[in-house]
Structures are given as C-alpha cells and as structure tokens.
C-alpha cells in the first residue's frame, strides 16, 4: 500500500499537487491508512477544504478544537486554518478530500468581494461540520458524491462540472445562513499567527539540536506562553510535538530510503539512537527495524 506523505513549505503551508496545473483543483478518495502514524502532520493551505467520510470514522483538529467526524459526514475548513486529521481509535477511514482554491469562484471582482472574501477572511468562521442525520448534512454529503463520482469516471471536461458543483454548494452555503457575510478583520499578532510561527520554526529545525527556549523565541514569546499556546491549539507540548514531527519523518525515511536506521534516527534529530526507539515503540506499537521489515503489522494499518 502506497504511503502517502503530505509535503510541508518551511512556513507549514502545504505544498498541493494539483491534479493540472493552473487547474487549482484536487480531488482525492484515499485511506487514512496510508498516512504515516494513520494522520497527517498540523499545516495550512490557501485552498478552501472539504472532508467528506465514506466509511468510518475521523478525528480531526482545526485551530486547537477537535471534531469527530462519522461516516457520511461532511467538515469544511476555511482557507489558511491550522489543521490536521488523524485516526480515531487507530481504525482505518475512507474519506473523500476535496481542496478547492477561492481563484476558481471566477474573476469577477464583485462577486468575490460580495460572496467569497468576506468568508475566508472572517476569523469566527473557521470550519463547519454537516452531520450525516440532519438534512443539510446529506444535502452537502450528496454534492460531494458527486463531486467523487466525477473524479472517478473522470470524463472529458470533468474538471468544469466538478467546479459548477463546488459553485452550487457554496451558494446553497449562503443561502442557508451557514456562511456569514460580515466585516472582518485580520489580527496579525493573535495567538495563532504565533503558533504558526513556532510550528514553522520545528519544521525547518526539527533535525538540529532545539530547545523549548529556541521554539518560544522563535513566536516571541516566554516558555510557559509558548507551551499555553500548543497546549491550546494542538493538545501537546511544544518537544511533544517536536518528536511527533520527528518520528512522522523518521516513518517516511524508513519506508522509502536505504539509510540506516541510525543514520534515520540522527537525521530527524534524535541523538540517542535507544531514546529514538523508544519513542517509536511507544508512539506505533513496533521497533523501527520490523517498521521496515513489516514483519509487525503496519502502525497506519493496527486497528487493536
């Protein structure tokens, strides 16, 4: 089973392999089980993102608050949100990932201005979860099958009908209420552009030698603001998250690379090649070494 690695910029942002380019459109049916550690590492996008869950279930974080997405459930997560999803009990999910870039509303001015700027840029709408038993939950979850249906039969022009379904979605969004136009401002020094800051900061130094002193200068902040602000908005401490960042790494370099699991361990940080294994048993149930050799069950593929 091919493993899937979401690729980081050095700010966290996500680098988005779109299906075409100049086309700012993805479209993806995949397992959660194909990610390393069954989740996906905290990032951010420009792209507006849509989750829809085919078959069992998902926790997923948005700017520190966790939901727990069931089957046929719908989450859509306004651009540039810190987000991530990850397994829930360690049990596989299908689920369908739409990414959908503002540019493809068109390039009329006003109906951007009127009907999509004030949405992206509003701080209070950060996502919005359509439960699978209430109707505006299966209204959304049946425009995102077909969505997925297209994609899959992929007929010429399919791209086209997929967008004037996005399009429909959202306008049904606004017509609903669930989308709020309203004056909006940006904070520049809120909590979370720091926690944006400091994660970027692990991301281009996770292999280095960092202290918790590195990580909270690098947001400006003192040590227990630093780990107030992770505790807030991803659950863990700052060196928490700075290992799970490093064995997330260290899984990629195990599965796709030659090198060492030495060399592995030093490269993602670790200095101590007993501490790295520890952690990695602790975190995934398996040494690094049967990680490799899949003589023990993939940690993406333990459903105990």
């Excluded at 993102?49 to 085919?54: G, T, V």
């Excluded at 989308?179 to 281009?204: A, G, H, P, W």
């Excluded at 030093?266 to 995934?284: D, P, Q, R, T």
Aim: aromatic share 12%; charged share 20%; net charge neutral.
């Amino acid at each position: 089973m091919e493993t899937i690695a979401i690729e980081l910029m050095p700010d966290f942002s996500e680098i988005v392999h779109y299906e075409h380019t100049g086309i700012p459109l993805y479209i993806r049916t995949a397992d959660l089980a194909v990610y390393p550690g069954m989740s996906a590492p905290c990032h951010w996008h420009d792209d507006i993102e849509w989750i829809y869950i085919i078959s069992g279930k998902m926790h997923y974080y948005i700017n520190g608050k966790r939901i727990l997405l069931n089957e046929k459930d719908s989450l859509m997560v306004n651009a540039r949100q810190m987000h991530y999803g990850y397994s829930y009990k360690e049990q596989n999910c299908q689920f369908l990932c739409v990414l959908f870039h503002p540019s493809l509303f068109g390039s009329n001015k006003t109906l951007l201005q009127k009907y999509v700027t004030p949405v992206i840029e509003n701080t209070d709408c950060e996502y919005l979860h359509f439960y699978s038993k209430q109707t505006r939950g299966q209204k959304t979850a049946a425009y995102l099958e077909q969505v997925r249906r297209l994609k899959t039969e992929a007929a010429h022009a399919y791209e086209m009908q997929a967008i004037a379904v996005m399009l429909q979605l959202w306008s049904n969004l606004l017509q609903w209420g669930e989308l709020t136009i309203r004056d909006y401002k940006i904070n520049r020094n809120s909590d979370l552009e720091i926690q944006k800051n400091m994660v970027s900061f692990i991301y281009q130094h996770y292999a280095e030698k960092i202290s918790l002193n590195e990580i909270a200068a690098s947001g400006n902040v003192s040590r227990s603001k630093c780990c107030l602000i992770f505790k807030h908005y991803l659950q863990q401490s700052p060196l928490d998250f700075l290992n799970t960042f490093r064995l997330k790494t260290s899984c990629s370099l195990l599965r796709n690379t030659d090198k060492s699991i030495t060399e592995i361990a030093f490269s993602c940080g670790f200095n101590h090649l007993s501490y790295f294994s520890k952690l990695f048993i602790k975190n995934f149930g398996c040494t690094p070494r049967e990680y490799r050799n899949n003589s023990f069950p993939h940690p993406a593929e333990r459903n105990d």
